[in-house]
């Protein structure tokens, strides 16, 4: 019996083993199921053709980030909407390229106050990654900038500053602040120069110009520049022998100037000598000593800042001196007429000095490009640094000098003479410059309102 049972059990297991290997193999879930079936459900083939290509990644567009300082916003915007336009006449000239790198303009606005400038240059440093920096407006606002130029050793270039508190800051540690060793204008004991000529001798001696007495005044802003500038000025002019009656300081956005101008009238000055950087600053001194009587022969530095100055001075303007260039080659006058078709306003001779500068810069980062085959801070800085503080690269294609040139024992300044960084001393007569300094320059004698 129990053998039987035996059986039975294995007829139905072996039964059972039959019907289910009869049964269709499930089909795989739609999670299961391959990318591609085909493949995956036949044995692997030999590949005959070569794989699909991918696109290759586009190379990095090379950037020169520079930092553009001026003083886009406050008392001074109409000077930094001149610099603006300039770096366009000059970096649009090559379509902001420099070789192979796209140069990205960073407009640094210092809002004519040393403050607001330092922040605002850090933000370019920091958050627009700037690599260089060029042009600039006020000496104060660049000696607050020399501190962070060294911490973040970005090098500046080329800042159209005067003071020589620039020169001694720089010279008190030439190391430390070697990122600007580039200053665009010379300090005032070297440019003024042109005033001194014995003040006017020529002209006193002929007749043209009758002093009634030796004295002298001087009014200008109350900044490093202007407080440095009417130094210099006074210093040289009592050195002649002359006695000064008045040495005034103003505010930046000074506008009525009455009292101060009614109290030099009474102390009868023959010369007054200003100094403003604000042309509308500038423009209103001049109409207001008109305007109470001041017979004093005027010297207006800087007055020709702006192209149309004229307009806001009006017939007061005649007569006025100053130390400017003047649009006088046809290179110039092109320039000139370029601009003010371009963008609608008459440049300034002075602020396109900036134009060479651009240029001159470009030149330097086309040689760290041949030297070392890229542009960044470090290469940029040692062309700076070996190549133009040493005289070996200078700038010799430029509008307005015949070579702007550095040299160990100038720096930061460039060499200044004939040949050289020299502005001429220029006498306005309806808004137009005439050189009566230096004699290789000269167009008309210095000539005394009626």
């Not at 000139?336 to 371009?342: A, G, M, Q, T």
Request: proline share 6%; charged share 25%.
């Amino acid at each position: 019996m129990k053998e039987n049972i035996a059986k039975i059990i294995g007829i139905l297991v072996a039964l059972s083993l039959l019907v289910a290997c009869a049964q269709p193999t499930a089909a795989p879930t739609e999670a299961q199921q391959p990318a591609n079936p085909a493949v995956a459900t036949e044995a692997p083939s030999v590949v005959t053709e070569a794989p699909a290509a991918t696109e290759a990644p586009a190379a990095e567009e090379k950037v020169l980030k520079l930092g553009l300082v001026a003083p886009y916003t406050g008392p001074n915007s109409r000077v930094g909407e001149e610099f603006k336009y300039i770096h366009e006449m000059a970096f649009g000239a090559k379509n902001w390229m420099i070789g192979d790198y796209k140069v990205v303009p960073v407009y640094i606005d210092d809002e004519s106050d040393p403050e607001k400038a330092v922040r605002a240059f850090k933000d370019a440093v920091l958050k627009e990654k700037i690599q260089a920096a060029t042009a600039g407006y006020h000496s104060s606002v660049t000696v607050a900038l020399m501190d962070v130029i060294a911490q973040y050793k970005i090098p500046y270039f080329f800042p159209q500053n005067e003071s020589s508190v620039i020169v001694e800051k720089y010279k008190s540690d030439p190391v430390k602040y070697a990122y600007h060793q580039w200053k665009g204008r010379p300090n005032p004991t070297k440019l003024i120069v042109g005033y001194d000529l014995a003040l006017f001798k020529q002209a006193i001696e002929s007749g043209a110009w009758k002093p009634a007495n030796q004295k002298f005044a001087v009014i200008c802003e109350d900044t490093d520049y202007g407080r440095d500038f009417c130094a210099s000025f006074k210093k040289m002019v009592e050195g002649l022998g002359w006695e000064a009656v008045g040495e005034d300081y103003v505010p930046l956005d000074a506008t009525d100037l009455y009292p101060l101008l009614t109290k030099i009238k009474a102390a009868d000055p023959s010369l007054l000598f200003v100094s403003m950087s604000a042309p509308a600053v500038a423009s209103g001194i001049i109409k207001q000593t008109q305007e109470v009587g001041l017979k004093s022969l005027l010297i207006s530095h800087g007055l020709g800042w702006i192209g149309e100055w004229y307009q806001l001075t009006g017939e007061a303007g005649d007569y006025v001196l100053d130390m400017m260039q003047k649009f006088r080659t046809p290179e110039q006058i092109a320039y000139r007429d370029e601009f003010k078709k371009k963008f609608g306003i008459t440049p300034s001779a002075s602020l396109s000095i900036s134009y060479d500068y651009d240029n001159f810069f470009i030149k330097i980062c086309e040689r760290a490009l041949e030297v070392y085959g890229e542009l960044n801070s470090e290469t940029i800085f040692k062309i700076g640094n070996d190549e133009v503080s040493t005289g070996k690269l200078t700038y010799t294609e430029g509008l307005w000098y015949k070579e702007l040139k550095w040299e160990p024992d100038t720096l930061p300044e460039m060499v200044v003479g004939e040949g050289y960084y020299l502005d001429p001393v220029v006498q306005y007569f309806g808004g137009e410059a005439t050189i009566i300094w230096p004699d290789y320059l000269k167009e008309a004698d210095l000539k005394v309102r009626p």
